[in-house]
């Protein structure tokens, strides 16, 4: 218009009569454009007003007809709105006005979550994918019932690999005439594949010790809420035929890889047989480890064959390296000293400088006194170093054995671990799921009573140099002493034996007993916590200390020991703290109860007589509390890790 405007003007200055026609020209489609826009505007306008009702419709359809849920609350969390989908999928009359957590805990957890607000309630049998919008006070919920139903069918079929393990066959078998073995083998077959034949597990005796088990996940449910049967059944079954067999079961599980599925099921075997037998283990890829059975003591081994091998390859060790390095657990007690001065000895016996690492400023009164002793042995002493001097000495050839723990957490210093490039493990406590690793040799026997008695095995079958003087071995003569109670617990032949080799070298039982000896303060405090003692269910005593006082661990250790020897007591727990922030617990039993299931359950560990555990910023009454589920859930079964 504005050109048609400037043309207009430019021609009526030129040419009146041409620039009147361009004119009314111009005015002209000016007024039918106007004319045409408005009609458009008009059209457009009505077009929107139409679409915004049908989207407003739509939108009505939606809250509701359409299978999704929407619920409206207030800042109380209390129900103002939901659409009829929601109203009809609840058991209730009327939703408005419930409380949003009375309908289900579960929205507790949503409504507190900071960084996701979506998660999976289940509501009336069915499954709900649920998101919450917190400005909008909204909740919005997708049936997933199916897609979860499809999920679980896909996981119940995955295929599981067992491997099943007889402890002690070939001990048992061995000198049995063939009639007997015969029997023997028919019994354990048969005995097994009526457990298959009641699950529907698929089982092949794959050598005269050993069978597979290929089953899927839906079975391996069924299995542990059975807590494995399987054990129960082969121990009493054989034990009725004079044979006591027990069974150990490594499980693979959660892998569509069949190598894999094998891979775990071997890995699960060998950790159950590392923690003594007559167990199942069940191995995840993800590392997730579960535990079933351990109830009874692991049987003693015959033969010496395994001793002697392990003697001549940590000998070979020994002379490769040179220097060797012996560290055992943080507040060492006489075990730990005693098999590290073994170890150190047997360096000696190879002609390698071995040191023994140790914190001066972490030592009970007794390991005090014997380091006393020590000290009055200047050739001895010497040998014992810190772990600062530890880490500057150490070389890429340096031998580093660890005795008396596996658990990196425990030994005395960490960093030792990480720069060692050669490491042997030497324990006797049950291995658990955390492991020193990478290792060159693992000499672990659960059914041994201390660490000291497999290093005396150990020293027996090395080269002949240089004798036990009377100190080293009074040394680990202390350390078995102390760890059987005086020969009364975990105690077999090879105990005495052990005991016997050291007696010849001169250990002297009369120092062992100044070394142990305790002062009127220390029995004082023990009494004390025995006052407090309650019994929790029958033969299950707990003693604790104040809030306000702090124990060292072996008054809580020696304090449960003596709860052992009372009457009606076939398992004791004192619970005490050792600093502001943190608190053990010391679990001692007879055998009837395995304490280290219950301490496992509190990260702890132990052997199924003898475990501990401590537990950071909880006080005294939730500990006990702590403790006493543990107990419970012990009693009932299985065990997770």
Not at 262 to 267: N, V
Not at 356 to 382: G, H, Q, T, W, Y
Not at 530 to 557: C, D, M, R, W
Request: with cysteine.
């Amino acid at each position: 218009m504005l050109l048609g405007v400037v043309a207009s003007y430019l021609l009526l200055s030129s040419n009146i009569l041409v620039g009147l026609l361009f004119a009314l020209l111009v005015i002209g489609v000016s007024i039918y454009s106007w004319i045409l826009e408005q009609r458009v505007y008009e059209e457009t306008e009505k077009h929107i007003e139409t679409l915004s009702y049908r989207m407003k419709k739509v939108g009505e359809e939606a809250l509701l007809e359409m299978p999704i849920g929407i619920i409206l609350i207030n800042d109380q969390y209390v129900i103002e709105w939901a659409n009829p989908y929601m109203t009809q999928k609840l058991p209730f009359d009327t939703i408005i006005g419930e409380g949003l957590v009375s309908i289900s805990k579960d929205f507790q957890q949503l409504l507190k979550q900071e960084d996701s607000k979506e998660m999976t309630i289940s509501l009336d049998d069915k499954d709900y994918k649920v998101f919450y919008k917190a400005e909008e006070k909204l909740l919005y919920f997708f049936d997933i019932t199916e897609q979860v139903e499809m999920e679980s069918l896909y996981y119940g079929d995955r295929t599981v690999i067992a491997v099943l393990f007889i402890d002690n066959y070939d001990e048992i078998a061995q000198g049995m005439d063939d009639q007997t073995r015969g029997q023997l083998n028919s019994i354990v077959t048969s005995c097994v594949n009526n457990w298959g034949a009641r699950y529907g597990i698929y089982v092949k005796r794959i050598s005269s010790d050993r069978f597979l088990a290929v089953y899927n996940e839906s079975i391996l449910v069924e299995l542990e809420k059975s807590k494995f049967s399987i054990l129960d059944d082969i121990r009493e079954t054989t034990s009725k035929f004079g044979f006591s067999l027990t069974l150990s079961v490594g499980v693979g599980a959660g892998s569509t890889s069949l190598v894999e599925l094998g891979e775990l099921a071997q890995s699960s075997l060998d950790l159950v047989l590392g923690r003594g037998g007559d167990q199942v283990a069940i191995k995840q890829p993800s590392g997730k480890v579960k535990f079933y059975g351990g109830k009874t003591n692991p049987v003693e081994k015959r033969t010496r064959v395994r001793a002697r091998v392990i003697s001549h390859a940590l000998r070979d060790l020994i002379q490769d390296s040179d220097q060797v390095f012996v560290m055992g657990h943080r507040m060492p007690d006489m075990d730990a000293i005693g098999a590290a001065v073994g170890v150190r000895k047997m360096a000696e016996m190879n002609k390698v400088e071995g040191y023994v690492i140790i914190d001066f400023n972490e030592l009970d009164k007794s390991v005090l006194r014997l380091m006393a002793e020590i000290k009055k042995k200047p050739e001895l002493f010497s040998h014992f170093i810190t772990p600062e001097e530890a880490m500057n000495k150490m070389t890429d050839k340096t031998l580093l054995v660890v005795v008396d723990t596996h658990k990196p957490s425990l030994v005395i210093e960490e960093k030792l671990l990480q720069k060692a490039e050669k490491i042997v493990v030497i324990d006797h406590h049950r291995r658990g799921e955390e492991f020193i690793s990478p290792t060159m040799l693992v000499y672990m026997e659960p059914y041994a009573s201390s660490t000291s008695e497999l290093v005396t095995e150990l020293i027996e079958y090395q080269p002949k140099n240089e004798k036990i003087n009377m100190l080293e071995a009074t040394s680990m003569l202390a350390g078995i002493i102390v760890d059987t109670k005086s020969f009364t617990l975990r105690t077999g032949a090879r105990t005495f034996e052990a005991a016997s080799y050291l007696r010849t070298f001169g250990a002297d039982t009369v120092l062992v007993q100044q070394l142990l000896k305790e002062d009127i303060d220390t029995y004082i405090e023990r009494s004390k916590i025995v006052q407090t003692v309650e019994f929790f269910k029958e033969g299950i005593a707990i003693g604790h200390g104040p809030e306000n006082v702090s124990y060292s661990q072996v008054l809580l250790a020696q304090t449960a020991d003596i709860l052992l020897t009372m009457n009606d007591v076939s398992a004791s727990f004192v619970v005490g703290r050792k600093s502001d922030s943190s608190l053990a617990i010391s679990a001692r039993s007879l055998g009837d109860i395995n304490v280290q299931l219950v301490m496992e359950k509190l990260s702890g560990g132990g052997h199924l007589t003898n475990a501990a555990c401590q537990l950071e910023n909880v006080t005294i009454e939730e500990a006990i509390e702590m403790l006493k589920q543990a107990i419970e859930e012990t009693l009932e079964g299985g065990k997770s890790e």
